[in-house]
């Protein structure tokens, strides 16, 4: 089992950035492939991005393509999402996802999740 805490979330304006953290604890980190979901009030959790087990593959929607980038520090146990040029339509609760030796590319490939940090973008 692992453990999975994000932080980094809060109010910015539209424009600004932020950067998103998720440290594991448990089991080996570089086992999981990773990634981030989002879900907005009355909507799905959706995919956001994902980075499999090395770093060496990542894969981002379409919506947040060229201004999020995700990344990993296996040493560090730690995920993060760098958010820039932020827009009114990411603001969301970001949750942080974990696949034992897979991809987490859509939620049914999750095996973890974290508790979730809010991101509030002001227009």
């Known amino acids: 089992q692992v453990q999975l805490v994000e932080s980094g979330g809060g109010l910015v304006q539209a424009g600004g950035s932020l950067r998103l953290s998720c440290a594991a604890s448990g089991r080996t980190f570089s086992n999981y492939g990773m990634g981030w979901f989002r879900q907005a009030p009355g909507k799905e959790r959706e995919f956001v991005a994902a980075?499999?087990?090395?770093?060496?593959?990542?894969r981002h929607a379409e919506s947040v393509q060229g201004r999020f980038t995700i990344s990993r520090d296996n040493a560090k146990g730690t995920m993060y999402l760098q958010m820039n040029s932020l827009k009114s339509e990411d603001t969301a609760v970001y949750y942080c996802a974990a696949a034992w030796l897979s991809f987490p590319a859509s939620r049914g490939d999750v095996d973890y999740w974290g508790q979730g940090t809010q991101v509030t973008v002001s227009s």
């Open positions: 980075i499999s087990r090395t770093g060496g593959t990542t």
